[in-house]
Structures are given as C-alpha cells and as structure tokens.
C-alpha cells in the first residue's frame, strides 16, 4: 500500500514565532497559508520586546515586500495595517501574553478582521477610501 502524503492545516500554526517571522521575511510562506490570523501573529512576533515605531516599520516593510511578491501589492492597506498594528500592541500590554498562539486565544477579538477595528474606523469607507490606501488616516469615531 503506497505511503499516503501527510497533510497539515492550512495557515502557520506548524511554525513558531520566530520561525514564522523568519519564513515571512524570506518570502518562504505560500499566500494562501497567510490568512488574517498570520498577519496578527506575525505583528505579535514583530512587536514583542520591540519599540513600537521600529517594529510597525519593519512589519509595513515586510507586508508590503510580500504582496508585491504574491501580485497583490495594490491590497496592501496603509490605515488598516498602523491602526491593526497598534490595536494589536495594545492588547499585548493588556494581556502580557509570552506568545502569538496566546494571544490568539486569549484575545479573540483580534482574529476577526473587522471586529477589532470597527469602533475606531466605518470598515467600508476606509477600505474604499484611496488616501487611506497610500497614507495613515486617523479613526473617524
């Protein structure tokens, strides 16, 4: 009987911080295994003993070199990475959480792309909105 290939699950959840940091700066993780639940990862893994500006940068840097690399550079959002990025950061100090697997279960409200964000910002008009796209437009509620 031929030896049937072992599957895993979709996303990164086989990889730890570090690793994931690393594969995502490598451009070593395929687009369809980096759901919304990497990108808050992945900003968990940046953030943690980082200053803050330092790290949103390296992040945008990362985010945006791995769109341009999948084709999809024109979805990168500018608003909606700064203000998830400090959304996230802020919950990290609430929590303390040692790990982005923590995180994650620890503050769910994070894995839902709108939920998080949607008392800062109305989701539909900034997604829409083009300078929100190129620059940091601040919440409207």
């Not at 996303?11 to 570090?18: I, K, N, S, Y």
């Not at 943690?48 to 999948?70: I, K, N, P, Q, T």
Request: a neutral charge.
């Amino acid at each position: 009987m031929p030896m049937q290939p072992v599957s895993r699950p979709a996303g990164c959840d086989h990889l730890d911080d570090e690793l994931l940091v690393a594969r995502f700066e490598a451009l070593a993780i395929p687009p369809s295994d980096f759901r919304h639940r990497e990108h808050v990862r992945l900003a968990f893994a940046m953030l943690a003993g980082a200053d803050f500006g330092e790290a949103a940068v390296r992040y945008r840097h990362a985010l945006r070199r791995f769109a341009a690399s999948v084709g999809a550079a024109g979805k990168y959002h500018e608003t909606l990475t700064w203000a998830y990025l400090a959304v996230i950061h802020a919950r990290m100090d609430a929590l303390g959480c040692a790990t982005s697997f923590e995180l994650c279960a620890r503050a769910p409200e994070l894995l839902d792309p709108r939920g998080a964000l949607a008392r800062h910002y109305d989701l539909d008009a900034i997604a829409r909105n083009p300078v929100a796209r190129r620059v940091f437009v601040l919440p409207d509620r």
